[in-house]
């Protein structure tokens, strides 16, 4: 969506785009509704009692939720995360040695 698009699909209160897919900034909003200040707060207290912290705490904290937004969502969390962010799967190193041998190769 075009940053344009995107500050039209906000609104000063009740902001839908914000409640869905922002939800820590909508929190801020002083129209905030009670399911977003509880999402916030449950998510606050959930990372706070992990044991582990940095990326330990990360993987430990997905290690979690995983499964539950797989059944919830009956969706793959890792899928969706790289779709959210933009990533590939790693590709393994000796696939990466036969692509640049290629690549070199054709060169």
Known sequence: MSSEKQKQSHSIENCVACENSLVYHSALHSSASKE????????????NSMKLKGVDGVHELLNVLEPIVEKKFNTKLK???QQKYNL?????SEQKRKMKLQITREN
Request: charged residues 25%; proline residues 5%.
């Open 79 to 81: 899928t969706s995360v």
């Open 36 to 47: 977003v200040e509880n999402i916030v707060e449950i998510s606050k207290n959930l990372t």
């Open 88 to 92: 590939t799967e790693k590709i393994p």
